[in-house]
Nanobody, 121 residues
Framework: VQLQASGGGLVQAGGSLRLSCAAS????????RGWFRQAPGKEREFVAA????????RYADSVKGRFAISRDNSKSTVYLQMNSLKPEDTAVYYC???????????????WGQGTLVTVSS
């Protein structure tokens, strides 16, 4: 069971990036998926999550209205569209998965490796 994140990079403030997280291995059917981030010197924090059906999403207050999470179950892939990026969005972004919605947003069972997003001012 693996989660592979990609799409990070360097972008100027106000710009956009789209992160992807592809799952491989045993089926992730029914799993909620999401993203966390960890900025230098700070604890890892929740960013966004989406249910298996895609019908319910949740966002951290700091990214509401700027970030959008989506998923394509046929590709076992989750996306994080990040718009109007700010320097404070600079962090390593981690994708995650969990069969339970509540746990997905607090302590997900499965983690991918991170992808670095750097926003310059």
């Amino acid at each position: 069971v693996q989660l592979q994140a990609s799409g990070g990079g360097l972008v100027q403030a106000g710009g956009s990036l789209r992160l992807s997280c592809a799952a491989s291995g045993p089926s992730f059917t029914g799993y909620a998926r999401g993203w966390f981030r960890q900025a230098p010197g700070k604890e890892r924090e929740f960013v966004a999550a989406i249910t298996w059906s895609g019908g319910t999403t949740r966002y951290a207050d700091s990214v509401k209205g700027r970030f959008a999470i989506s998923r394509d179950n046929s590709k076992s892939t989750v996306y994080l569209q990040m718009n109007s990026l700010k320097p404070e969005d600079t962090a390593v972004y981690y994708c995650a998965a969990d069969p339970r919605w509540v746990t997905m947003m607090s302590d997900p069972r499965i983690w991918g490796q991170g992808t670095l997003v750097t926003v310059s001012s």
